[in-house]
């Protein structure tokens, strides 16, 4: 909060309460910027936070826990109560913590069921299935032979590009909203070959993009 916009309401005798109200912020948040540019009130040290640590050191903190690619991302047991704690330091602090959106990308097999926890869900049966292909029957999207089949076919590399567009668009909604989770399931028919080579060359490419933390896994490859 800009501190000649304090200064100007706190002079005219504004309480850290009505302040508040009209910022949209939690009377604790504008006690905060009160004492943080050094200006006077007499409401704002019973607004103040009890036991807080220093700005520097919780900002450090949260990202080195958050940002961290290696960390499972769980500073609680739901990822949504994740997203609600990092929502209120961004709001107490009046601008973003950084970290990373973490992409969870899974292949499955529609013949399986879908995954309960996808946010998005691709459907690959628009492409040839190399299930059909006797010397690529046995073989997985992770081999070479099959991925390159699966990338060859018609509309593959098209589809990768314009879904890559889309993930960033609903990405940054995500982060706008304080939700750094987002769970993508890639699905074909049995889960082994088109599902596994697209998800492979998806995260390959969201793993080089600043900001993204990827993660690839294959949840129904070896079931058949």
Partial sequence: MEAAWLQTRLESGRSIESIAREAGKAASTVAYWVNKHGLMSHHAARHAPKGAIAEEELRALVENLLGDPGHDGNVSAKPSDQDVTVGKLERAFGEHVPQATRVSI???????????????????????????????????????????????????????????????MVSGGYRREGKRYLTLAVGCTGGKHRSVAISEEIGRRLAEVDGMAVRVTHRDLGRE
């Fill in 106 to 168: 899974v292949s499955f097999g529609f013949k399986y069921g879908l995954p309960m926890d996808a946010d998005l869900v691709v459907d690959l049966r628009f492409l040839p299935n190399p299930h059909w292909i006797p010397e690529l029957r046995e073989h997985s999207g992770r081999d070479a032979d099959v991925r390159d089949y699966v990338l060859s076919q018609e509309g593959a590399l098209e589809f990768v590009d314009r879904y890559l567009e889309l993930l960033a």
